[in-house]
Nanobody, 125 residues
Framework: QVQVMESGGDSVQAGGSLRLSCTTSAETFDEYSMGWFRQAPGKEREAVSCTRLILPATYYASSVKGRFTISRDHATHTLYLQMNSLKPEDTAMYYC??????????????????WGQGTQVTVSS
């Protein structure tokens, strides 16, 4: 059974940084397109950044371009999201996802997307 688990959420001041981590199995890490989504209270879940190894591609939401960086550690099967210059509007529950639809202009969940339990990021002004 495919599973993903996030960590790294915290409360920070605006302008600060956080790094989120998502661990999974080696098979999932190598074969699935993976990404980070977020959901703020009262809003729909949105894609933040996604990446895949096969036919490599990376997606960033326009709101995070230049501030967030997605990366993979193949040795530990960990997906990271480095978040710099955080803003109060980045406050949300952040979810790791395995099995997403991805091209350079779009990242979206599928019916069979596997979700983590979420990790809370709170940015205060």
């Amino acid at each position: 059974q495919v599973q993903v688990m996030e960590s790294g959420g915290d409360s920070v001041q605006a302008g600060g940084s956080l790094r989120l981590s998502c661990t999974t199995s080696a098979e999932t890490f190598d074969e699935y397109s993976m990404g980070w989504f977020r959901q703020a209270p009262g809003k729909e879940r949105e894609a933040v950044s996604c990446t895949r190894l096969i036919l490599p591609a990376t997606y960033y939401a326009s709101s995070v371009k230049g501030r967030f960086t997605i990366s993979r550690d193949h040795a530990t099967h960990t997906l990271y999201l480095q978040m710099n210059s955080l803003k109060p509007e980045d406050t949300a529950m952040y979810y790791c996802a395995a099995g997403v639809l991805l091209n350079v202009s779009l990242c979206a969940s599928r019916k069979d997307t596997i979700w983590g339990q979420g990790t809370q990021v709170t940015v205060s002004s």
